[in-house]
């Protein structure tokens, strides 16, 4: 019988690709997303998936999703890092209550396997050793690493006492096409909007904060393999194990690109670490995943699609 996966959050940026790829890969692919959401990310394969409306919050509704399924891949988040600390009493009970409701629901409806889609940039903290390995200690500053690491625990808690199966990939920063350029995760989507439209882009700090990014293409290909995986891991880090600056970010512009605009220095926010370069090697010898775009590949790609897309 054909294999079927439900992806919640499914309707948004890295969770419309993940649904492209499991198509490819011959799954049966559900997407749930809130109701009235824009079905924009995934209009050019409607036709092909299953599109449930419903509120991650409200367990019914949950429960029709899930049941039938044989996966589930978990992408729901109400915060970012920025907005995380804002009301930490609301992302405790909208992302980490509703996520241990979803587990529950998981178990009982039999759900083979649930992939978690975590924070490789926030659940580490400021790095001890680079690039950072998925043995690393983990110090999350933002209550958003905080609540996608207690996610991480609980998941390894129903394993042990209910035998949920798992495998959580710590995504880097994935980049690409239908990244929401409003929100402030996403930083080349949000940049690259900003000079489509002739204004100065703002920076946070001065420029020199590494990160780690990948075109979500290859991202979305992680998740396939963590399904099929059958070694005893349960946490890969997904990543181009390469880090940028924000200035090496913007000279790529320039020069791949040919872009040209203003920039304007702000004051840095305490919450972002100064470096995150994860190692994905773990990934490659398991996975075997590794990233097939470059980053000026994906970064062409991206452009173009910002340039057709309002
Ligand atoms: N984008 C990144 O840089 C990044 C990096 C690492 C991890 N993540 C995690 O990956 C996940 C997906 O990120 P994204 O960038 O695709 O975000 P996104 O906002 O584009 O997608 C999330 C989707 O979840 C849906 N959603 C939110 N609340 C809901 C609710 N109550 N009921 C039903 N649907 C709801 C939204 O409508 C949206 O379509 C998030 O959990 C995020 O924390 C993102």
């Known amino acids: 019988m054909q294999e079927s996966c439900i992806i919640f959050g499914g309707g948004g940026f890295i969770g419309s690709h993940i649904a492209e790829d499991l198509l490819k890969n011959g799954l049966r692919v559900n997407v749930f997303d809130k109701q009235n959401a824009s079905k924009k990310n995934v209009a050019h394969i409607l036709d092909k998936i299953n599109f449930i409306e419903g509120d991650f919050n409200n367990e019914v509704d949950i429960s029709k999703a899930l ?56 659940v580490y903290g400021n790095p001890i050793k680079l690039p950072i390995n998925e043995k690393h200690p983990t110090e999350p500053i933002s209550s958003y690493g905080i609540i996608k690491l207690s996610i991480e625990k609980y998941l390894y808690s129903y394993n042990v006492l209910k035998s949920l199966d798992y495998k959580i990939l710590r995504f880097s920063n994935p980049f690409g096409e239908r990244q929401n350029p409003f929100i402030t995760q996403g930083l080349i989507a949000h940049l690259l909007y900003k000079i489509k439209h002739g204004n100065t882009i703002e920076i946070w700090g001065d420029g020199k904060v590494i990160r780690d990014y990948f075109y979500i293409k290859d991202g979305a290909q992680a998740i396939y393999k963590a399904i099929k995986d059958k070694s005893p891991n349960r946490i890969y880090n997904i990543s181009s194990a390469k880090g940028l600056s924000v200035n090496q970010i913007l000279q790529r512009f320039r020069n791949v690109l040919k872009l040209n605009f203003n920039v304007k220095y702000l004051d840095g926010r305490k919450f972002d670490v100064k470096t995150n370069v994860l190692d994905n090697r773990l990934a490659a010898k398991y996975l075997k995943w590794k990233p097939e775009f470059t980053f000026n590949e994906g970064l062409i790609n991206t452009w173009e699609y910002f340039l057709n897309n309002g």
């Not at 009982?108 to 940039?121: A, C, D, H």
């Open 67 to 122: 049941k039938g399924n044989t996966y589930a891949v978990h992408l729901v988040s109400s915060t970012v890092p920025a907005t995380s600390n804002l009301n930490t009493f609301y992302d405790v009970e909208s992302n980490l209550v509703s996520s241990l409701r979803l587990f529950e629901k998981c178990i009982e409806y039999g759900i083979k396997r649930i992939i978690f889609i975590s924070s490789g940039g926030t």
